[in-house]
């Protein structure tokens, strides 16, 4: 009998179910990751673990009499706790990360939309469309990792979209911002231009590039608006033959080109170069800013041959040839034409926060 009661003791004394629970708290643990999610309390439940085998291999070495498994029993509870708190900790940072990943490059999505619409539409840069296309990798990236419940390299890679994304809009908006400081000057001319052809009852064009939009005006009264392209680079002056910039300034219809005279259809060749174009052409030149050789070029039109759905002429502006035949016959030799950056300034701000915005295309 006292055998048995001893050996009744010693099994109550076994840290067998100790250890069994204190294992399955830690495979529950290492099913939520936790080595990568809550890695200090992994780290703690991992070390407690080692430390309870080891007491226990080490209480098992001694004579059967002086066996104690208490001490291994309390450090095989402590790794349990502490696996169970990893495996909390790390849910919840999974949680949190898969929550805000998924917000992050929800938000980005329209962002990444609008950006692309406008740097097919502003003047090429390449380091813009360099970090474009990093952004995009990282958002792919980001979109992928999260799919895969790889959460930190969702969310790592989801800021860092964020991050370029933000600072190619501030640039773009510094950009435009900059361009479109000029808009007092260009509302100027075209309310000069305006008065101009209401005291003498004359036909207007004006073409506002950022718009992509010409209007007719006789005198006050708006006749049409038609839809135009531009050169590729269309953003300011023109400086130069050969830099496919649309002018800048007031001009004149000073011959129309019909079937034959024009390769683009039927054509209005404006006045370009005008003294005010020669002399920016001449400062430009002083100040460095123009290739060797280059000369302020001419042939400036208003054609046919549109509808192409990108900038492409080399300076010209280009209407699809139903429009231009209207406006071919109800323009005259000598009608003012005023070529403006832009008219209004807050639906281009907006259009690069908001993709679904419908402004000129």
Known sequence: MGGALYGWIKLRQSPYVAFEAAREALAQARAAQAERYAASLWEQAQRSWKQALMQWQEANQRWWAWQQYAQAQAVAR?????????????????DSLYHQSHQMLRQLAPLLDSLAQWLETLPYRSAWSQQFQEA???????????????LWVASEQAAAAQHRLQ??????????????????????????????????????????????RCYVYRGTQ????????????????????????????KYRVIRKLGPGETRYYRALLLDYPNEVDRARFIRARREG????NAQIGGLIEIHGEGGR????????????????????????????VVIVGALESWPILRLMRNPTANYGR
């Open 222 to 249: 708006h006749l049409a608006t038609f839809t135009v392209e531009l050169g590729p680079n269309w953003m300011g002056p023109k400086l130069y033959a050969g830099d496919r910039a649309t002018p800048e300034g």
């Open 289 to 292: 800013r123009l290739p060797p």
């Open 167 to 212: 600072v190619l809009e501030e640039q773009l908006r510094d950009y435009v911002s900059h361009y479109l400081a000029q808009l007092p000057t260009w509302r100027q001319w075209v309310e000069e231009a305006r008065q101009e052809a209401r005291r003498r009852g004359s036909l207007l064009l004006v073409v506002d590039k950022m718009a992509r």
């Open 78 to 94: 402590q790794a349990e706790q502490q696996a169970w708190a990893a495996a909390r900790r790390a849910e919840q940072v999974r």
């Open 309 to 336: 759905g990108v900038d492409w002429t080399e300076g010209c502006v280009a209407l699809r040839n139903e429009e231009m035949r209207q406006l071919f016959e109800l323009v005259p030799v000598g009608t003012p």
């Open 136 to 150: 995009q990798t990282h958002y792919h990236t980001a979109h992928k990792a999260l799919e895969s419940g790889d």
